[in-house]
């Protein structure tokens, strides 16, 4: 009797645990990476990718979870078709050869307040470097819209600086802005 | 004085034009001595500065740019150990021509493995091109004037179509083939017995043509601009009297060669000219 408690006990902390850990499927219509980049000094220059796709898994138990997040290269987007042509050159990103830009954490920390900051790998045509989000604001709930009540929503805003040049997108330097600011509003639905 | 040298090293026309061509022709003149061929190695000493200034040194990721000038090395290396040997020349000829298609997917792969069906198909016909201008620039290795004057106007026709069609980068990459091989003229032309050899021809033809193909591939350049250029060597072979003088040639032949690369350059130039604003 006691030896089945006891298995029942080891049995039921795994089920606890894997409950706390949540998937989520990124929404595509509500994720999109925004940059912004000087432009020759003279202003601040703002794009943004049309097509992301990805997952992400929480575990509010932990206060941790997991952030995979793909990029589709060939949706840049500045709102100038000519320039839109030339970011996805060879110049910068090399689209057709590179077409993905991926971002896989490896540590997520989420903070009392909601907020969180998560470390992991960008790779932008074929360079990983390590780059930090800096998460201001989680938050989680069932979407006010969704008719049955049944769609969970977990969304964030993060933001995290680059430099382009340590990915080997050297053109233009330095009239054209080393600095990047990347900006990513994120909402994911829960499997 | 730190800052108008900045600008300097930052100038296209510097990385791509002067720089190349200096280089080309100080080191072609210190490499004569050494023997006849030679001096075909400034163009690849040139085209090295210039390469630095654009796209540097680095290796990894093997992007198609590096690609393209990883093979460009191998052709000088490659280039001049065929211009000390002796095999027979047709089997040379086909061995390269093969090789250059070869090395012309390669460069492509990453496109060319997501490709289906007739998408592949027509993909995989841009080694031609690469063949093309390999097979008929091996021809010319023993014209000297005449190879040099091609290369000039491929690079240039090349590189002004990237410029204009698809990329800078490329663009400048193109045009730096025509400075260190304008410098191979002007050796030709003050210099007695400057052979360019099969170093040149090789490595002017494949980059070009690699230049030509990535521009196609990966930066939206009209495939139908390489027909053009891919005339250039057949009509480096139009006839030069042999009675003229040094200088006449030369200047025939680089208008010979320059005809189709103008068409080249006029042909993007029309499908690229917009109403649109400038992007910069």
Not at chain 1, 121 to 149: A, E, F, N, Q, W
Request: hydrophobic share 50%; with cysteine.
């Amino acid at each position: 009797m006691r030896k089945t408690m006891i298995a029942s006990i080891l049995m039921s902390v795994p089920l606890i645990s894997f409950a706390a850990v949540e998937s989520y499927t990124i929404d595509p219509t509500h994720t999109y990476p925004h940059f912004k980049i000087s432009h020759l000094g003279f202003s601040t220059m703002q794009g943004r990718f049309n097509k992301t796709s990805g997952n992400l898994t929480i575990d509010t138990a932990n206060k941790t979870g997991s952030v995979n997040i793909t990029i589709d290269a060939t949706s840049v987007d500045t709102g100038f078709k000519k320039r839109d042509d030339h970011l996805r050159s060879p110049d910068f990103l090399s689209a057709a050869e590179f077409p993905e830009i991926t971002y896989q954490s490896s540590k997520v920390k989420i903070n009392a307040d909601n907020s969180a900051i998560v470390e992991g790998t960008l790779t932008i045509m074929g360079t990983s470097k390590p780059v930090t989000l800096d998460v201001s604001r989680m938050h989680c709930g069932i979407h006010p819209m969704d008719p049955k009540k049944q769609k969970y929503v977990c969304g964030f805003d993060a933001t995290a600086k680059i430099k382009r040049a340590d990915f080997g997108i050297n053109y233009g330097l330095p009239a054209i802005g080393d600095d990047m600011e990347l900006s990513f509003e994120v909402e994911a639905i829960r499997n | 004085m730190q800052c108008m040298m900045n600008d300097l090293l930052q100038n296209p026309l510097f990385q791509s034009a002067l720089a190349p061509l200096m280089v080309a022709l100080v080191t072609g003149i210190l490499l004569r001595p050494l023997g006849d061929k030679w001096a075909g190695l400034g163009f690849a000493l040139g085209y090295a500065v210039s390469v630095y200034f654009t796209a540097g040194f680095q290796l990894f990721p093997l992007t198609s740019t590096r690609k393209i000038l990883l093979i460009a090395l191998g052709a000088v290396i490659v280039g001049a150990l065929l211009d000390r040997l002796r095999y027979p020349q047709r089997f040379i000829l086909w061995a390269l021509v093969v090789c250059a298609a070869i090395a012309a997917e390669w460069v492509i792969w990453p496109v060319l493995k997501r490709a289906e069906g007739m998408e592949l198909l027509l993909m995989s016909l841009v080694a031609v091109y690469a063949a093309w201008l390999v097979g008929w620039f091996d021809g010319l290795r023993n014209k000297q004037l005449a190879a040099t004057s091609a290369a000039v106007s491929l690079g240039v026709g090349t590189g002004i179509s990237a410029v204009l069609g698809a990329s800078a980068l490329l663009g400048q990459l193109g045009g730096a083939i025509g400075a260190a091989a304008g410098a191979m003229i002007v050796l030709q032309l003050f210099m007695s017995r400057i052979e360019v050899g099969r170093s040149f021809v090789l490595s002017a033809a494949l980059l070009a043509s690699l230049i030509g193909i990535a521009a196609v591939i990966y930066a939206g350049l009209p495939w139908y601009t390489l027909i053009p250029l891919a005339f250039i060597p057949v009509t480096a072979r139009l006839p030069v009297k042999n009675d003229w003088n040094r200088f006449i040639q030369a200047l025939v032949l680089v208008g010979y060669t320059t005809v189709p690369a103008a068409i080249a350059v006029l042909i993007t130039w029309q499908v690229t000219q917009t109403a649109e604003p400038s992007l910069y």
